[in-house]
C-alpha cells in the first residue's frame, strides 16, 4: 500500500503592474519529481501545523519570510511511490528576497502564464484553483 503524505503549500502572490505574480521554484533534479516546477512547501512533520510547514519551508528553501494567509480545499492525488495531501494556503512576503537555497531557481510568473510550466500531476487541480481565484479578485477589484 502507498505510502499517505501530508504536503502543505504556499502560494506566493504579488500584483505588480496591474497583473498578479506567483513564486514558483523548480524542483531539484536529483528530488523526487525533479525538474518539475512547484509552489513552495513540504512534508509536514509530525506536531507541525500546516501554516507553520508553509512557513519553515519558505525559509528553508527561498530564504522568505511569509505570512500564511486563507487556504484553498485540500487536493488529493495518488502517485504509484503515494498518496499525496495536498494542503494550500495564499502566502504574502513579509521578509526577504528569494535566495535558492534547496530548489534550482525560481520565478516570478505572471499567473496567465503558470499552464506553460511543467508542475507535478498532483498540482493540475491547485493551478486552476489559483488562476480562478486571482480572476476573482480581479473582477472584485473592476467591479
Not at 497583473?19 to 531539484?28: C, D, G, L, P, S
Not at 537555497?101 to 508542475?119: I, M, Q, S
Not at 507535478?120 to 487541480?125: I, K, L, S
Request: proline content about 5%; overall charge negative; glycine content about 8%.
Amino acid at each position: 500500500m502507498p505510502e499517505s503524505i501530508d504536503v502543505a503549500i504556499g502560494i506566493l502572490t504579488e500584483r505588480r503592474a496591474g497583473q498578479w505574480f506567483v513564486f514558483i521554484t523548480r524542483r531539484r533534479d536529483e528530488s523526487v519529481l525533479g525538474g518539475y516546477w512547484e509552489m513552495p512547501g513540504g512534508k509536514v512533520a509530525r506536531a507541525e501545523s500546516h501554516r507553520s510547514c508553509v512557513a519553515r519551508e519558505f525559509a528553508e528553501e527561498v530564504a522568505l519570510e511569509v505570512e500564511v494567509g486563507a487556504s484553498l480545499p485540500v487536493i488529493v492525488h495518488e502517485y504509484d511511490h503515494a498518496t499525496v495531501r495536498l494542503h494550500p494556503f495564499f502566502c504574502t512576503r513579509r521578509d526577504g528576497d528569494p535566495r535558492d537555497l534547496e530548489v534550482d531557481e525560481h520565478r516570478w510568473v505572471c499567473a496567465d502564464d503558470l499552464a506553460g510550466y511543467r508542475f507535478p500531476p498532483a498540482n493540475d487541480t491547485l493551478i486552476e484553483r489559483v488562476v480562478r481565484a486571482i480572476d476573482g479578485w480581479e473582477g472584485a477589484a473592476d467591479g
